[in-house]
C-alpha cells in the first residue's frame, strides 16, 4: 500500500527567511503526490500536486515542491516566508493503480517567526 | 456554491449510540471521502466512493458505514459509538478526469466526542 512520511513534527523559520518541509513516499507504481495546509479550525486547502512531466511543481501562495523519484521525495518549499505561512502542512500520495485511495502524512507544524 | 458542507459541527456522544455525520457537496463531484484526524496521525481514509451507488473501504473502516444515493451525499454512519472514535471528521470531494486524481475539497469538519 502507498504511504508517505513526514519526518519534522515541527518546522520553526524565521520571516524572510527560505522554508522547506520535508516528505518522502512509498508507492507500487507511478505516483501521484500533494501537498495541504490547513489552518486552525479549518478543513485542507489544495496547495500543488505532482502528476507528471517538471519535477519543479508551483502552486498556491508562492509554494514549490520539488519531485525527486530517485530519494522518493517530494520537498515543499518557498523562497521567502510569511507569518501567515504558519499552519498545519499535509503531504499525500495516491499510488496510480487504486482510484480515490489517498493516504496522508502525519502532517508537519510551519511555525514562521517575525 | 457552497462547496462541501458537513453536519453538525460539533457532536458529543456516549459510548453504545448510533449517528450520522452528513456531507454534501454541489460541485458534481464524482469521487467523495471520509477521512478522521487525530493528534500525530495526520487524516486517515475511512471510506471512499467514486460515483453514486459505488463505495470502498479505506485505511480505518471499521465501526462505521456509508452510502452513496445520490452524487451529492455522503453519509457516515457511526453504528456504536465508542471513545476510540472520538476524532474530528472530514468529508472531501473531488471531480474525475483529466490526465490523473486531482485535488480534493474538504468541508469544515465535524467534531465528535464520545464520552
Known amino acids: 500500500a502507498q504511504s508517505v512520511a513526514q519526518p519534522e513534527d515541527q518546522v520553526n523559520v524565521a520571516e524572510g527567511n527560505p522554508l522547506t518541509v520535508k516528505c518522502t513516499y512509498s508507492?507500487?507504481?507511478?505516483?501521484?503526490l500533494f501537498w495541504y495546509v490547513q489552518y486552525p479550525n479549518r478543513g485542507l486547502q489544495f496547495l500543488l500536486k505532482?502528476?507528471?512531466?517538471?519535477?519543479l511543481v508551483k502552486g498556491s501562495y508562492g509554494f514549490e515542491a520539488e519531485f525527486n523519484k530517485s530519494q522518493t521525495s517530494f520537498h515543499l518549499k518557498k523562497p521567502s516566508a510569511l507569518v501567515s505561512d504558519s499552519a498545519l502542512y499535509f503531504c499525500a500520495v495516491r499510488d496510480n493503480g487504486i482510484d480515490n485511495d489517498m493516504r496522508f502524512g502525519a502532517g508537519t507544524r510551519l511555525t514562521v517567526k517575525p | 456554491n457552497a462547496g462541501v458542507t458537513q453536519t453538525p459541527k460539533f457532536q458529543v456522544l456516549k459510548t453504545g449510540q448510533s449517528m450520522t455525520l452528513q456531507c454534501a457537496q454541489d460541485?458534481?463531484?464524482?469521487?467523495m471521502s471520509w477521512y478522521r484526524q487525530d493528534p500525530g496521525m495526520g487524516l486517515r481514509l475511512i471510506h471512499y466512493?467514486?460515483?453514486?451507488?459505488?463505495?470502498d473501504q479505506g485505511e480505518v473502516p471499521n465501526g462505521y458505514n456509508v452510502s452513496r444515493s445520490t452524487t451529492e451525499d455522503f453519509p457516515l454512519r457511526l453504528l456504536s459509538a465508542a471513545p476510540s472514535q472520538t476524532s474530528v471528521y472530514f468529508c472531501a470531494s473531488s471531480y474525475k478526469g483529466g490526465t490523473g486524481p486531482n485535488e480534493q475539497f474538504f468541508g469544515p469538519g465535524t467534531r465528535l466526542t464520545v464520552l
Open positions: 466512493s467514486v460515483g453514486a451507488g459505488i463505495t
Open positions: 508507492v507500487s507504481g507511478n505516483p501521484y
Open positions: 505532482y502528476i507528471t512531466g517538471d519535477n
Open positions: 460541485m458534481n463531484h464524482e469521487y
